[in-house]
């Protein structure tokens, strides 16, 4: 099966775990809150869409294994071997679906040698859908067959203006000086996995990410953001690899297509 006939199948799975959130979304109680061991919050909706994404994973013609935010974690003894695995976050964003501000995604992504080779974002609210996979591209699935393609747009870091995916009120100092030396920059403040998509798209340039993350979170939209024309790296310029024994991200700046 080609990387894109697979990448077809994984957008209509993550679009039924989609319908799932939103069904749990339009009748949500906070009552069905609960707490997990780092004090992050758990909701229904995680716990179903995980139910959905790994049964239909799981009933593909090939079969890879499953490193989910959800599920138990496998021992890294075992993880290093594994030479193609999904990652999945059932729900990038569950304080925003807590607060219903819509900024919330389904991230389905296949690693092959620590890189990622294949990544859709589900946006349940909107309905839209993203994906990308190795040297094919990037696109919003309009419908089977039907793609419209992401080309983020070539900028200079000299640039006037440039907008930057983080909140203008609560910049740690790390991110402030790190946006202090651009020309007038500009916040755009957007949640969960879209901060990537939205620079793919042409709607912001730079996101720097001086705070914790794990490899679920962007592993997806990475691979997105990169097909389109952008990049993601470390902050000593290295790359953001995965499957890493330890599968908490290191601090790392997205941005879109500079010169």
Known sequence: MTLQALAEQVCQISIKAGQAIMDIYDNFDNKDITTKAD???????????NEIICFHLKGLQKKYPIISEENKQTDYQERKDWERC?????????????????????????????????????????????FAYKNGGAFEYLEAGNYRKLEAKAFDKSDEGLKFVCSRSHLSEETKS?????????????????????IADNEAHIYPRLGPTMEWDTAAAHIILEEAGGKIYQLDEQPLLYNKENLLNPYFIAEGNTK
């Open 86 to 130: 999904w990652l999945v976050d059932p729900l990038d964003g569950t304080k925003e679906f807590i607060k219903r501000n819509g900024d919330f995604t389904v991230n389905i992504a296949l690693v092959e040698d620590h890189k990622i080779i294949l990544g859709v974002v589900y946006i349940p609210v909107t309905k839209k859908c993203y």
């Open 39 to 49: 004090d992050s919050p758990l909701t229904i909706a995680d716990q179903k869409s």
């Open 178 to 198: 790190y946006v202090d030396q651009f020309n007038k920059p500009e916040f755009v403040s957007r949640g969960s996995s879209l901060k990537f998509l939205i």
